[in-house]
């Protein structure tokens, strides 16, 4: 069943602030997370990964921190921008639930919007 | 454009007929994925080829669904005698084997319409 799922479906932001989008996961064995992008009639775009040997990694205006302890991970979009707005999805690897390694297990998403 | 390509686009169907779709994975990429998407939902996993071989199947994928990927290049996924239930976006993903296989390049998709 999913596992990986979002605090919120929504989010909106004034351009220039940042944004934070929160995702949680149940599976402590879970050992490789990702985030993607999806714009309107358009497929995901990789925006950073995260393996669970690290706690933070860092992007070009994005930022993705993972908290074992309480298994949940975050996107942070720094100086938010017209062009981020989009729904955004974190996966983690379903190697652990016995599938292969690019079979992707999906959160709902979280619309952000950004206000001009 | 060098990424995943998929065709058609959009595809309307009425219930029963049989549908077809393509993709066309990075030229580099030997593995394949499709991916199902409904409204509102994240992707989820349908099926998994390593070069030609079709390495894992979702429970998704009834015995209506075939996927091939005969030469180990493009993939073709096909639904047959449709139901309304597999209205849905199709997407098709491809990755190298040689960085952990988890980063995935999606298509733009096929969006599918059942009447």
């Known amino acids: 069943g999913e596992s990986v799922g979002l605090h919120l479906p929504t989010l909106s932001v004034q351009e220039g602030d940042n944004s934070i989008i929160n995702c949680a996961y149940s599976n402590s064995a879970s050992d490789y997370f990702i985030w993607y992008k999806q714009e309107s009639g358009k497929g995901p775009q990789f925006i950073i990964d995260?393996?669970?040997?690290?706690d933070k990694r860092q992007g070009q205006r994005v930022t993705v921190l993972l908290n074992k302890t309480v298994k949940h991970l975050s996107l942070q979009i720094a100086a938010t921008q017209p062009g981020d707005s989009a729904v955004y999805f974190c996966?983690?690897?379903?190697?652990?639930?016995?599938?292969?390694?690019?079979?992707?297990?999906f959160g709902k998403g979280t619309k952000l919007s950004v206000k001009p | 454009d060098t990424g995943v390509s998929q065709d058609p686009r959009h595809k309307i169907t009425k219930r029963g007929q049989n549908v077809t779709f393509r993709c066309d994975p990075i030229?580099?990429?030997?593995?394949l994925y499709w991916y199902r998407q409904t409204l509102g939902q994240g992707p989820e996993f349908l099926t998994y080829f390593q070069n030609e071989a079709q390495l894992e199947k979702s429970r998704l994928l009834s015995d209506r669904f075939s996927a091939e990927r005969p030469k180990g290049s493009f993939s073709t996924l096909e639904i047959q005698r449709t139901e309304q239930g597999d209205s849905a976006m199709y997407l098709c993903?491809?990755?190298?084997?040689?960085?952990?296989?988890?980063?995935?390049?999606f298509g733009s998709g096929t969006q599918l319409s059942v009447l």
């Open positions: 996966a983690e690897n379903g190697m652990n639930y016995g599938g292969s390694q690019g079979n992707l297990i």
């Open positions: 030229s580099e990429h030997n593995r």
């Open positions: 995260i393996r669970s040997n690290m």
């Open positions: 993903a491809s990755s190298p084997s040689n960085q952990g296989g988890e980063k995935l390049f």
